[in-house]
T-cell receptor, first 116, second 110 residues
Framework: GAVVSQHPSWVICKSGTSVKIECRSL??????MFWYRQFPKQSLMLMAT?????????EQGVEKDKFLINHASLTLSTLTVTSAHPEDSSFYIC????????????FGPGTRLTVL | DAKTTQPNSMESNEEEPVHLPCNHS???????IHWYRQLPSQGPEYVIH???SNVNNRMASLAIAEDRKSSTLILHRATLRDAAVYYC???????????FGTGTRLTIIP
């Protein structure tokens, strides 16, 4: 399967600070990136979809000015949580997809964000 | 989007087979049945997928009902490492965004 990395794997920050999460697809070119978040004991919820070089498309209820997504290259996408608050504490997971139809989708290992 | 229904939780003894059911009564003719699992504190990983016929791979088997309104993921010999949340998801095309339901939390009893 594809190799996907996320950095950091966990982060603790103070309320009001911004946190950047990186997602790298190490062995294929990701033309599309899905960002999910998962609150404790809940399922994954799609936050946004981005295509390389384009602006991200956000799901209903996800603030685009709060969750900044950059997908400037085919191997790297970043999610920045701006002015984080305790309610943003969650498990953030990226899922890069290539430009060819695939039978399986790949996911990063996740980043656990805790906002104090 | 077509929905799936899974039991919230299941238990199984180690080294025994596990059958995880999934109902998808509104499945369309072009929907593929995908299974993913999520181990604790990790991202999801692909398990298996099928369209109409039963499928086998090194991880599991997928049995699809003749009317395609239900399917069963079969782990032939569960190990402690199979303890995870298993998601049954319908997709129309391999690269689309996935809609995760609540899944089945599988507990393996030593």
């Amino acid at each position: 399967g594809a190799v996907v990395s996320q950095h950091p794997s966990w982060v603790i920050c103070k309320s009001g600070t911004s946190v950047k999460i990186e997602c790298r697809s190490l062995d294929f070119q990701a033309t599309t990136m899905f960002w999910y978040r998962q609150f404790p004991k809940q399922s994954l919820m799609l936050m946004a979809t981005s295509n390389e070089g384009s602006k991200a498309t956000y799901e209903q209820g996800v603030e685009k000015d709060k969750f900044l997504i950059n997908h400037a290259s085919l191997t790297l996408s970043t999610l920045t949580v701006t002015s984080a608050h305790p309610e943003d504490s969650s498990f953030y997971i990226c899922s890069p997809q290539g430009d060819r139809r695939a039978n399986e989708q790949f996911f990063g290992p996740g980043t656990r964000l805790t906002v104090l | 989007d077509a929905k799936t229904t899974q039991p919230n939780s299941m238990e199984s003894n180690e080294e025994e087979p596990v059958h995880l059911p999934c109902n998808h009564s509104t499945i369309s003719g072009t929907d593929y049945i995908h299974w993913y699992r999520q181990l604790p504190s990790q991202g999801p990983e692909y398990v298996i997928h099928g369209l109409t016929s039963n499928v086998n791979n090194r991880m599991a088997s997928l049995a699809i009902a003749e009317d395609r309104k239900s399917s069963t993921l079969i782990l032939h010999r569960a190990t402690l490492r199979d303890a995870a949340v298993y998601y049954c998801i319908l997709t129309n095309f391999g690269n689309e965004k996935l809609t995760f339901g609540t899944g089945t939390r599988l507990t393996i009893i030593p």
